[in-house]
């Protein structure tokens, strides 16, 4: 790129990306959340900057050299039983995984918040949303 210009990357994912989906970069100091932009469900935008710094995502240390060095991924972290994927288990939850049992396909429910390892969300997910939902676990 120009020394000291920009430059937006598109990472696509084989996946829908939860709501709750972040991009985290390291560098020297460790790992920091860095802004993207959602282009839909499974393509996410990074503006990356020349700036040989974190806000630019730059993480070579040398401004304006016209490399940018980014080390980053996509982390989801999910919660067991939280099927929409907002961060927190609650009724919404229970519902959504009653209509995948009942046959039923809703969207935007995610598998990795599976609560007993099966790839599945089943009965067993809607109990744990409930046992959540009330205090017992």
């Given amino acids: 790129i120009?020394?000291?210009?920009?430059?937006?990357?598109l990472l696509s994912?084989?996946?829908?990306?939860?709501p709750g989906a972040r991009y985290f970069k390291v560098d020297a100091n460790g790992?920091?959340?860095?802004p993207f932009e959602r282009i839909d469900h499974k393509t996410i935008k990074l503006t990356l900057v020349d700036s040989g710094t974190r806000p630019g995502g730059d993480s070579n240390g040398d401004p304006n050299d016209g490399v940018?060095?980014?080390p980053?991924?996509?982390?989801?972290?999910?919660?067991?039983?939280d099927l929409n994927?907002?961060?927190?288990?609650?009724?919404?939850?229970a519902i959504?995984?009653?209509?995948?049992?009942s046959g039923m396909r809703p969207a935007n429910?995610?598998?990795?918040?599976?609560?007993?390892?099966?790839?599945?969300?089943?009965i067993e997910e809607v109990i744990f949303i409930l046992q959540e939902e009330a205090g017992f676990r």
């Fill in 2 to 9: 120009i020394p000291g210009g920009q430059i937006e990357v």
């Fill in 13 to 18: 994912f084989p996946d829908n990306l939860s």
């Fill in 31 to 34: 790992f920091y959340e860095f």
């Fill in 68 to 70: 940018i060095i980014d």
């Fill in 72 to 81: 980053g991924g996509i982390i989801v972290a999910l919660s067991p039983g």
């Fill in 85 to 93: 994927g907002v961060g927190d288990v609650d009724l919404t939850d």
């Fill in 96 to 101: 959504l995984g009653l209509q995948v049992v």
């Fill in 109 to 122: 429910v995610y598998g990795p918040a599976d609560v007993n390892d099966d790839d599945k969300i089943g």
